[in-house]
């Protein structure tokens, strides 16, 4: 929009406080940040604290948060909850695999996030091992607030993101492949 139109906004007071201008960036992360669709990846212990934060006393519904996905297909962060074990890992990675993007990952906990005091052939070190993460929540476990918090950083992380410019190039970059075909 040019300046004049801008400037004319800005002194019509019959549109005065029903019109606001803004980026495309900052819109759609400002949705986005505010309606993270959680797929819950309880493995273990932290699973029942994942399950607290979701209850009336922690209540997640505040940060946008509270529609907790059984299907990857429906979800944009993946929460981590618990130990992963190697036998688990594959369907973890599966599940992520099928999360459309854009997506996200919380490592919730120490042995999500390092394995924990699992150092074991059987335990993954990490789940970053395998996915990307973006927030590490500490603690064994860490409490609901922990995982709030985890949360918000998230959201602060999402608002900060080119969304509109991911957008496009990854349009081109389809377009380029079907044209190649
Ligand atoms: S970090 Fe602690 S509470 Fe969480 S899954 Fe591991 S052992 Fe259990």
């Given at each position: 929009m040019s300046d004049d139109n801008t400037q004319h906004a800005a002194y019509d007071s019959k549109v005065e406080g029903n019109v606001f201008f803004t980026k495309v960036d900052a819109a759609i992360n400002w949705m986005r940040s505010n309606s993270l669709w959680p797929m819950p990846m309880?493995?273990?212990?932290c699973g029942i604290e994942l399950m607290a934060s979701g209850?009336?006393?922690?209540?997640?519904?505040r940060f946008g948060?509270?529609?907790?996905?059984?299907?990857p297909r429906q979800a944009d962060v993946m929460i981590v909850a618990g130990t992963v074990t190697y036998k688990m890992s594959l369907a973890v990675k599966r599940i992520w695999d099928q999360m459309p993007e854009p997506k996200w990952c919380i490592a919730m906990g120490a042995c999500a996030s390092s394995g924990g005091m699992y150092r074991s052939y059987a335990t993954l070190q990490g789940i970053d091992n395998l996915i990307p993460v973006d927030v590490y929540v500490s603690g064994c476990p860490p409490r609901p607030e922990a995982l709030l918090e985890g949360l918000m950083k998230l959201q602060k992380k999402v608002t900060e993101e080119e969304s509109a410019k991911a957008h496009f190039e990854a349009d081109s970059a389809r377009t380029l492949e079907t044209s190649k075909a």
């Open positions: 309880g493995l273990a212990c209850a009336s006393r922690f209540d997640i519904a948060a509270e529609v907790m996905r059984f299907s």
